[in-house]
Nanobody, 120 residues
Framework: QVQLVESGGGLVQSGGSLRLSCAAS????????MGWYRQAPGKQRELVAS???????NYADSLKGRFTISRDNAKATVYLQMNSLKPEDTAVYYC??????????????WGQGTQVTVSS
């Protein structure tokens, strides 16, 4: 199967920075789009940013300029650099990847989520 493992979440003060990482492993032939989503308490999960296999990026309008998504294809890893964090950025952040498996299927996979808490 395929696993996505996130790391880098935690508690940070308002105005601070965090860098999230998500490493994919398992029966992977190739990885197409990768992305980060977040879900705050009582709210729906929303797209934060996505990146294609050739590094074309897309961001939620409200986050442009503060967050940067990148990926290392050799490491099957996607990153999210978050700067100037605000209390409203507090959420569980989830990694997502569209993977072509070794048995030829294209499937979407989710990580387990990592908590980001921004204190005021």
């Amino acid at each position: 199967q395929v696993q996505l493992v996130e790391s880098g979440g935690g508690l940070v003060q308002s105005g601070g920075s965090l860098r999230l990482s998500c490493a994919a492993s398992g029966r992977i032939f190739s990885i197409n789009d990768m992305g980060w989503y977040r879900q705050a308490p009582g709210k729906q999960r929303e797209l934060v940013a996505s990146i294609t296999s050739d590094s074309i990026t897309n961001y939620a309008d409200s986050l442009k300029g503060r967050f940067t998504i990148s990926r290392d294809n050799a490491k099957a890893t996607v990153y999210l650099q978050m700067n100037s964090l605000k209390p409203e950025d507090t959420a569980v952040y989830y990694c997502h990847a569209v993977v072509r498996t070794t048995w030829g299927q294209f499937n979407g996979y989710w990580g387990q989520g990592t908590q980001v808490t921004v204190s005021s």
